[in-house]
């Protein structure tokens, strides 16, 4: 065999992530993904603005508790949170195939998994980048200001911040579990989009309510079991005593992220991609 | 020399399609053609080699590895795809360089390979532009940029000079010579026997997904010229233009249409025909608008040879 003209260093599995991970942080910030999330992400603490601005008016007679108007809100994020998962998993692959840009991606020293990995911790990394703030100013809205989260007595910021600070974990926590599954609905099926709607707002939305075994195939049953807060359908199912407990819940949750992870980087790993019939 | 890449019984088929059928093969280092119509299986062939398609019977090897699925291979190995698709955002700098960091090698080194392939390929002044405002041939230099940063022993170009103007084109082949004269392994892909003729005389010609023929281009020509050769011409006057045609020794046959103002001659010697239709023009005061040959395409070609 001939000599290389240079030996070029190896890159293992995680330096192959770490480098992935920076080629594609800025890809996906600036993307008209996240334009287009942030938009939306803007909307609640809008909204939690607006209703107090509303209460602050004594003509309005509004009586409505606040912390109703966070419930609610925390029931909005939920969902858009599989929104985010379900736009930015899904493009993890997808847009690199659409984009016929994939090649430049596999052709490197980087091994495949990796490639998935480094791509959707970046994506995870922009949601919770948006998300975050959007419940911190929520939060701050509801809290800095005459204590309306808190039922009826002296509320503040850092009484609630233990709340808070669960709800951001779980809601980081439920954007990474739902980012794996749409990851690997992206990486298998060739329009990811539908499939991931039909899963978001079709399987995980109504089955998660229905009493009996199904629903503990659903990540939002597992969400909603850990969720302090009591909103529309998780009112109905914790009063059916349908809830699962918090420790088998968060091992739920970690087991259906491994499991789609894994899923995701075997069908990567293994799939051949066409751009079109004309490159043969 | 021995061969860097080795190819054998390699088929590859998409479910009823066959794109490869049993292609054997060995490549040296220097630059090699890969020559064939379009769909002819060349960029099957050079997906199998770059690992992004497996095959579906046959081994390939390239540098002794096996190129599926084989990332460690990808150290030694360039490609510069077909596809004219990008990150259009990015600048030609940022493009390159973000893909050469995925190569392991230190911000510094990285920086350095990035300005050096950049400069090779001529697009230094340009690099800090964004490449969705390039020109056809601004994104093949900046495609090809990226395929030779990390200094690889063996480079694949998928049609490289597709697209581009008689001086990129000449450019881009200019570094092609370079790179096989300094010992790399180059298999270049082309539908165009012209293109191929100025980059190498070693060329495969595939057809149908089978290897039909390898050897010297210059073979492949006189296999071409052995075969009776039409030549189109659109002129104001097709009777007095074949009336000239005929009575030259190169043509055989003429024929002439007065509705489309066309006519077609047979030559079993073009060069001479083609060296002969100025002189007419000039000296007979003959008009000829356009000039055209169907056989100048890989398909007639290709056609003669499985005959």
């Not at chain 1, 490639?115 to 922009?126: E, M, N, P, Q, R």
């Not at chain 1, 808070?164 to 439920?174: C, N, P, R, W, Y």
């Not at chain 2, 370079?178 to 595939?206: A, F, N, P, Y």
Request: with cysteine; proline share 5%; charged share 20%.
């Amino acid at each position: 065999m001939n000599e290389p003209r240079h030996t070029p260093p190896a890159v293992d599995f995680i330096r192959g992530t770490k480098a992935t991970f920076r080629l594609a942080l800025p890809m996906t910030l600036w993307s008209r993904r996240t334009l287009l999330m942030t938009m939306l992400a803007v909307f609640l603490p809008l909204a939690a603005a607006l209703f107090l601005a509303v209460k602050a008016i004594p003509a309005a007679e509004i009586r409505t508790p606040g912390y109703i108007f966070y419930s609610n809100a925390f029931q909005f994020v939920q969902y858009y949170v599989m929104l985010v998962a379900l736009f930015y998993g899904t493009a993890v692959v997808a847009e690199e195939v659409d984009g016929k840009t994939l090649t430049y991606l596999l052709i490197r020293p980087v091994p495949r998994s990796a490639i998935l990995l480094g791509k959707g911790l970046a994506s995870w990394f922009i949601g919770a980048l948006i998300i975050a703030p959007m419940l911190t100013i929520t939060y701050a809205l509801f809290t800095l200001g005459d204590g309306l989260l808190y039922m009826g007595n002296a509320s503040s910021f850092t009484v609630n911040l233990p709340t808070f600070l669960s709800d951001i974990a779980l809601t980081l926590g439920t954007l990474a579990v739902y980012t794996a599954v749409f990851t690997f609905i992206g990486a298998f099926f060739k329009r990811p989009v539908l499939w991931g709607i039909a899963i978001a707002f079709g399987w995980e939305s109504w089955v998660a309510f229905v009493p009996g075994l199904t629903r503990k195939l659903t990540v939002m049953h597992y969400v909603q079991s850990l969720s302090q807060h009591a909103t529309g359908k998780n009112v109905a199912v914790a009063l059916l005593g349908q809830q699962t407990s918090t420790i088998q819940s968060i091992l739920s949750l970690l087991v259906i992220f491994a499991l789609f992870s894994g899923l995701a980087a075997w069908t990567f790993g293994r799939r051949e991609y066409f751009f079109d019939l004309s490159e043969r | 020399m021995s061969a860097t890449v080795e190819i054998r019984d390699i088929s590859k088929w998409y479910g009823q399609v066959v794109a490869l059928n049993g292609v054997s093969l060995d490549l040296k280092p220097g630059v090699t053609g890969l020559l064939g119509p379009n769909g002819a299986g060349k960029s099957t062939l050079i997906k199998v080699l770059t690992g992004q398609l497996r095959p579906s019977r046959g081994e390939a090897t390239v540098l002794g590895q096996a190129p599926w699925n084989n990332p460690d291979m990808n150290r030694f190995m360039g490609f510069c795809p077909e596809q004219d698709s990008f990150y259009e955002h990015m600048t030609g700098r940022r493009f390159v360089n973000a893909l050469l960091s995925l190569h392991g090698y230190s911000a510094t080194e990285t920086r350095d390979r990035t300005e050096a392939a950049i400069a090779e390929v001529g697009m230094s002044e340009l690099a800090e532009r964004k490449i969705g405002g390039y020109s056809k041939g601004m994104r093949q230099r900046i495609k090809l940029a990226q395929a030779i940063a990390h200094d690889p022993q063996v480079v694949f170009l998928d049609e490289p000079v597709t697209g581009l103007d008689p001086v990129g084109r000449h450019h881009i082949i200019d570094l092609i010579l370079k790179w096989g004269g300094e010992g790399r392994t180059v298999l270049v892909s082309s539908h165009i026997l012209h293109e191929v003729e100025s980059m190498t005389s070693s060329v495969l010609l595939i057809n149908h997904g089978r290897l039909l023929a390898e050897g010297d281009v210059h073979e492949i020509r006189e296999l071409i010229d052995e075969h009776p050769h039409h030549v189109t011409l659109t002129t104001s006057d097709p009777r007095g233009l074949a009336g000239h045609l005929i009575s030259d020794p190169a043509v055989v046959s003429v024929r002439f249409d007065e509705e489309t103002r066309s006519v077609t001659a047979e030559t079993l010697k073009p060069e001479e025909f083609y060296r002969r239709i100025p002189i007419l023009v000039t000296q007979q005061g003959v008009n000829v608008d356009e000039m055209s040959s169907p056989d100048d395409n890989l398909e007639a070609v290709f056609d003669y040879l499985v005959k």
